[in-house]
């Protein structure tokens, strides 16, 4: 039986051949956003705000007594159920390290249950529970901010301006928890302008989304339901094919002209540099424009400590 087996290890080795250096899987930018979430510390708790599977998010907590300013974080993953809320923990992270509260929250996408209405009411129920997470926890909901990514960014957008939504949508709300401000770290703006080509690759998507009724677009897309009456921050990288910086130069021009305030900063990099709060450049930018939004201040040496690997 000991022969049989060192000969089938054997056989199997020369088939197989040895591992090599080309072998190995190297992961791509996305790819390495999710692998560093094991790499940073846990949440203070994981919360539910409804009974479905992905009715979740992370509650961290900045040290200290509070009570804390509060940032609802984003993810994005194309508005599909590709990727979690894993990717954008490192953001979360950061902005705690800081002093910022964050709550990072799951939600139904398209294809795992996210069709019309259910992912941005989701996401406005997610950003209301914080009224009932305060009556545990010390956060201070008159310095709120939502900040999200690609999709995530698109919602964040949507959040700030949802009480514009009439009451004839199915997604108003009379009291929408209100906003200090809203970061969009390449995130889309004009969902019609970015829907119109016909082999828009997010078209499909967001249609579904929609159930299917184009008309919607004046009940989900950021453009429709400016002003929002609150500042905005737009992050993009400089080589953004997915959402590129024109792009969101567009969708500024039209806030500007409602009344908004609103700024670009841009990147040198791709469509994830804007979410990598642990590169040199985009993790301080991401911190200290958090920080403004909701009137706080912190040593530039805190900054650099809670944008590297702790």
């Not at 406005?124 to 995530?152: C, E, F, M, W």
């Not at 911190?287 to 944008?307: D, H, P, R």
């Given at each position: 039986?000991?022969?049989?087996?060192?000969?089938?290890?054997?056989?199997?080795?020369?088939?197989?051949g040895?591992?090599?250096?080309?072998?190995?899987?190297?992961?791509?930018?996305?790819?390495?956003?999710?692998?560093?979430?094991?790499?940073?510390?846990?949440?203070?708790?994981?919360?539910?705000?409804?009974?479905?599977?992905?009715?979740?998010?992370?509650?961290?907590?900045?040290?200290?007594?509070?009570?804390?300013?509060?940032?609802?974080?984003i993810?994005?993953?194309?508005?599909?159920s590709?990727?979690?809320?894993?990717?954008?923990?490192?953001?979360?992270?950061?902005?705690?390290?800081?002093?910022?509260?964050?709550?990072?929250?799951?939600?139904?996408?398209?294809?795992?249950?996210?069709?019309?209405?259910?992912?941005?009411?989701?996401?406005?129920?997610?950003?209301?529970?914080?009224?009932?997470?305060?009556?545990?926890?010390?956060?201070?909901?008159?310095?709120?901010?939502?900040?999200?990514?690609?999709?995530?960014?698109?919602?964040?957008?949507?959040?700030?301006?949802?009480?514009?939504?009439?009451?004839?949508?199915?997604?108003?709300?009379?009291?929408?928890?209100?906003?200090?401000?809203?970061?969009?770290?390449?995130?889309?703006?004009?969902?019609?302008?970015?829907?119109?080509?016909?082999?828009?690759?997010?078209?499909?998507?967001?249609?579904?989304?929609?159930?299917?009724?184009?008309?919607?677009?004046a009940?989900?897309?950021?453009?429709?339901?400016?002003?929002?009456?609150?500042?905005?921050v737009?992050?993009?990288?400089?080589?953004?094919a997915?959402i590129?910086?024109?792009?969101?130069?567009?969708?500024?021009?039209?806030?500007?002209?409602?009344?908004?305030?609103?700024?670009?900063?841009?990147?040198?990099?791709?469509?994830?540099?804007?979410?990598?709060?642990?590169?040199?450049?985009?993790?301080?930018?991401?911190?200290?424009?958090?920080?403004?939004?909701?009137?706080?201040?912190?040593?530039?040496?805190?900054?650099?400590?809670?944008?590297?690997?702790?």
């Open positions: 039986m000991r022969e049989w087996l060192l000969l089938s290890s054997l056989v199997f080795c020369l088939v197989a040895p591992v090599s250096a080309r072998d190995v899987v190297e992961p791509n930018a996305a790819q390495r956003q999710i692998l560093r979430a094991v790499k940073i510390p846990p949440a203070t708790e994981r919360l539910v705000y409804g009974p479905e599977l992905t009715a979740f998010g992370d509650l961290r907590l900045p040290k200290g007594k509070g009570p804390f300013p509060v940032a609802v974080v993810h994005g993953g194309a508005w599909r590709y990727v979690t809320l894993d990717y954008i923990a490192p953001v979360a992270d950061a902005l705690t390290c800081a002093g910022i509260a964050t709550w990072n929250i799951e939600y139904r996408r398209v294809g795992g249950g996210g069709e019309w209405p259910n992912m941005y009411s989701d996401v406005a129920k997610a950003t209301d529970y914080l009224r009932v997470l305060q009556k545990n926890y010390p956060l201070d909901l008159s310095r709120v901010i939502t900040i999200g990514h690609s999709a995530g960014g698109h919602l964040a957008l949507w959040a700030a301006g949802r009480h514009n939504l009439p009451k004839s949508s199915a997604l108003y709300s009379a009291t929408p928890l209100p906003l200090r401000g809203v970061i969009a770290l390449a995130g889309p703006g004009d969902i019609g302008a970015l829907i119109e080509p016909q082999n828009s690759p997010y078209r499909a998507t967001l249609l579904e989304s929609m159930g299917g009724d184009i008309n919607r677009l009940e989900i897309s950021p453009a429709a339901l400016l002003p929002f009456d609150i500042p905005q737009h992050i993009v990288g400089n080589q953004d997915a590129p910086p024109a792009t969101v130069n567009d969708f500024i021009t039209q806030v500007k002209a409602k009344g908004d305030d609103a700024e670009m900063l841009t990147l040198m990099g791709d469509h994830f540099i804007s979410a990598d709060a642990w590169d040199p450049v985009a993790g301080p930018v991401i911190l200290m424009n958090s920080l403004k939004l909701v009137g706080k201040t912190i040593e530039a040496e805190q900054i650099g400590s809670c944008t590297t690997p702790r």
